[in-house]
Each structure stands twice: as structure tokens, then as C-alpha cells.
């Protein structure tokens, strides 16, 4: 008897194995998950819901960019706050940082700049609460 459960239960040990390798497979990917979950009519539908999600997130930036870049520039280098300041920013962010972006394969080589990032906004914060505190205590 002991026999014939044995190799039942290391075959299920087995198949649990092959679902967690399987499981593991589909986890990096929302449209595998989706089209394994819901079937294609999902997959269609993260794929929008991501396309949306990506083309929502670059036209908040370039709003805020062209909203802030020329008041920082022009401040910054001592240029006139023209008219065309805000395109040539706009344009000059597009072909130099967004393409070649856009066009990276291997994303994985950009974990150095992004830790650089994180420091470049707590540095930020930092520098706008500073200014605040100032601008609070003067007030008072």
C-alpha cells in the first residue's frame, strides 16, 4: 500500500513543481497573464490599457517639461523667454533623451542612472522644503 502512494504523491510533488516553474514563466508579463487568465479579448485589453497607461505618462511629462524647462532654462543660462524657447526644449527632449530611450532594448542597463534619479529628486525635495521653511518662517 505504501507502494502505490508514494509514487502518487511524488508525481503530484512533480506536477507542483512544473506549475510553479510555469507560474514563474508567465509572472514577468501582464498580456501572457491576461491572455492565460481571460483569453485573447484580455490580452487585447492589457495591451491597450498599457499603451494608454505609457502615452498618458509621456504626455504628462512632456506638459510638465514644457511648463517648467524654459523657466529653468532661461533662468538658469540667462536666455530671453521666447516664444520658441519652449518648442526647441520640447524638441531638443524629444530627439536627445525620448528616442534613444525608446529605442533601448536592454533596459536592465539603466538601474545605475535610475538610482542617480532617486538621489537627483530627494536632493530636490530637500531643496524645495528648505525654500519652503524659508519662505514660511518669513512670513510669520
Not at 2 to 11: A, F, G, K, L
Amino acid at each position: 500500500m505504501s507502494e502505490s502512494v508514494s509514487p502518487t504523491i511524488h508525481q503530484l510533488d512533480n506536477q507542483a513543481r512544473i506549475e510553479v516553474l510555469s507560474f514563474e514563466r508567465f509572472a514577468a508579463c501582464y498580456w501572457k497573464n491576461a491572455f492565460h487568465t481571460f483569453g485573447q479579448m484580455g490580452k487585447f485589453l492589457v495591451e491597450l490599457c498599457i499603451i494608454g497607461f505609457l502615452m498618458g505618462t509621456c504626455i504628462a511629462f512632456f506638459v510638465v517639461v514644457g511648463d517648467l524647462g524654459p523657466v529653468i532654462i532661461s533662468k538658469t543660462f540667462g536666455i530671453n523667454d521666447s516664444a520658441a524657447l519652449r518648442p526647441s526644449v520640447l524638441i531638443g527632449l524629444a530627439f536627445c533623451v525620448v528616442l534613444p530611450l525608446g529605442m533601448l532594448r536592454n533596459v536592465d542597463s539603466l538601474s545605475s542612472i535610475c538610482t542617480a534619479t532617486v538621489g537627483f529628486y530627494i536632493c530636490l525635495v530637500l531643496k524645495v522644503n528648505i525654500v519652503t521653511a524659508d519662505a514660511i518662517e518669513t512670513r510669520t
